[in-house]
């Protein structure tokens, strides 16, 4: 599985972009995709993530009511949706692929078997 993001740039605090994770293939209903990112000088943090099989969602308390994740199974592609952006949201974008992950293994990036290549998120003050 090949993992394509996209749609990261340069936006002002308060505003919105839209990321976009394409998968090259049909993943399976057991995978979670989930979206993580990594601010320069830090560690590598859960941002979201959802279930292909019934669509659950989880996501990390610094962005709940401001990012939305969700998928297009028909595109294999999945979307993180960030509004009201904040300086602190930059950093380097990644969507992973898991499968079987168990609730308590959603929020470790090591559990995810596929990455895509990143893409970066700068909010500007």
């Known amino acids: 599985v090949q993992l394509q993001a996209s749609g990261g740039g340069l936006v002002q605090a308060g505003g919105s972009l839209r990321l976009s994770c394409a998968a090259s293939v049909r993943t399976s209903s057991n995978f979670v995709m989930g979206w993580f990112r990594q601010a320069p000088g830090k560690e590598r943090e859960f941002v979201t993530a959802?279930?292909?099989?019934?669509?659950?969602?989880y996501s990390a308390d610094s962005v709940k009511g401001r990012f939305t994740i969700s998928r297009d199974n028909a595109k294999n592609t999945v979307y993180l949706q960030m509004n009201s952006l904040k300086p602190e949201d930059t950093g380097l974008y990644y969507c992973a692929a898991g499968s079987r992950l168990i609730v308590s293994s959603i929020r470790t990036a090591d559990n995810y078997d596929y990455w895509g290549q990143g893409t970066l998120v700068t909010v500007s003050s």
């Open positions: 959802i279930r292909w099989n019934g669509g659950h969602i």
